[in-house]
């Protein structure tokens, strides 16, 4: 991982793979709301709203639909960094404009790394505990955010 933050494995999460996409198109699937919505959540759920101000302190929030009908309503959070075509980072632990929140879940952290014709992707969620880390562990993460990655690599190819 090319990023300076350091991995605690007692309260990190790592999806790292290198996939045949460029990183300005993963880029470009990942910043679009309309892109984000075809491909950020694992099938058969679907993402019905997004909202991206590509910016620090700016809003990121996703509300997903399950295929019964059930809604996860948007959770707003905030971008805390952003670098074109290499680094997102966002939160939920504050909303936007910084403004904190009183259940934070993580924080999470998107390099797009070039490699060769490809990127090497690596996703990181970052908890505050053990218990907060080993439940989204248990909730699926390496399972759904590998399905997401998936989608994201046959949508972005869709983009060049």
């Known amino acids: 991982m090319s990023d300076s933050r350091e991995i605690d494995p ?8 290198v996939v045949d996409v460029r990183p300005e198109l993963l880029w470009k699937a ?3 709301p309309e892109h984000l919505k ?17 910016r620090p302190g ?4 996703t509300t997903m639909r399950s295929p019964e009908g059930e809604v996860l309503p948007a959770n707003p959070g905030c971008y805390l960094e952003v670098v074109e075509n290499r680094k997102l980072v ?10 904190p ?3 934070p879940f993580m924080t999470a952290v ?26 989204h562990e248990e909730m699926g993460f390496l399972t759904g955010w590998g399905k997401a990655l998936d989608q994201l690599v ?6 060049g």
């Open 154 to 159: 046959e949508f972005a190819k869709s983009l």
């Open 110 to 135: 998107v390099l797009f790394e070039p490699d060769g014709t490809g990127t090497r992707y690596t996703a990181i969620a970052m908890h505050a505990d053990e218990e907060g880390r080993q439940k």
């Open 10 to 17: 007692e309260l990190d999460l790592v999806l790292e793979r």
């Open 90 to 99: 966002f939160t939920d632990a504050l909303g936007p404009g910084f403004r």
């Open 101 to 103: 929140k009183a259940s």
């Open 38 to 54: 075809r491909w950020f959540t694992p099938k058969p759920w679907e993402t019905v709203e997004c909202e991206i101000d590509l």
């Open 58 to 61: 700016g809003v990121f929030s």
């Open 30 to 32: 990942w910043t679009d």
